[in-house]
């Protein structure tokens, strides 16, 4: 009954594959109204549509998360659409690969303006919002990257990106907790998804496929109930937390 969203509006960045896929799935059929937003709106209104067949409400749209005035645009749909925002699943991240000496500026800056400059955006927008409202759920999208080094890494700007998702969960989560909005992070370990399979990211595949005592990589569906928990009532003493999910590799 804690765990049921029935009545909550919801969005999903990033929401067109992958993991924002399958949260956004957990969070409509938990009770939510779910915006799917990614950068390709096709994804978007594709995944918005399967929710509607499932009898979900939801909305698809685009937005570039590390735009300003798409974030901007985003949360003015909903509030139109809705009246209002109660769970924010900042979702959306990029992985791009190279050896750290060679990382170039612009590979540094575009990990950086998706996965945090984003993330700060997201959070600001959503976040006035839930302050107002003196209620709200932020759940981040880290990755067990902000606590261990994966190995053989070659992700310099993704791991330095993702510690800052945490920190700035902390930071939001104790600054905003008094006034009713709870801000944690989920931090999946590797997650079969489009993301992962990848030309850059598919020869790492193999490797880290040792080092999981789960002995398998990881399916969205793994991570769905713990959206559903941090976005839930069940959580609500619950804030800054960094929920690790990652059948055990950061412990090897
Ligand atoms: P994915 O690449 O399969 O899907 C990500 C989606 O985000 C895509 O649909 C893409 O279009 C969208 N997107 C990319 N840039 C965007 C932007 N600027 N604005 C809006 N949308 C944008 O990735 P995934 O594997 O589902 O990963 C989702 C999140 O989980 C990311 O933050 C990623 O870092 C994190 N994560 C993934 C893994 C993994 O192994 N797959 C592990 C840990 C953390």
Redesign the pocket.
Known sequence: ERLRLDGRVAYV?????????AFAHALGEAGAKVAV????LA?AEAVACELSLKGIKSLGLA????KPEDVQRMVDAIVARWGTIHIACN?????LNSASEETSLEEWDKTFN??LR?LFLCCQAAGRIMLNQGYGKIIN?????SLIVPHPQKQLA?NAS?AGVVKLTQTLGTEWIDRGVKVNCI??????????RSRELRPLVRHWLADIPAGRL?Q?TDLQAAVVYLASEASDYMTGHNLVIEGGQSLW
Not at 37 to 40: H, S
Not at 63 to 66: C, E, K, L, N, P
Not at 141 to 145: D, K, L, R
């Open positions: 960045t990033g929401g067109g594959q992958g993991i924002g896929r937003v990614d950068l390709v994804r937005a570039d998360v590390s979702n959306a991240g990029i992985n998706v996965n984003g999208t880290a990755s067990m990257a993704y993702k931090s999946p370990g590797i997650v079969d998804t489009p993301l992962i990881a969205p």
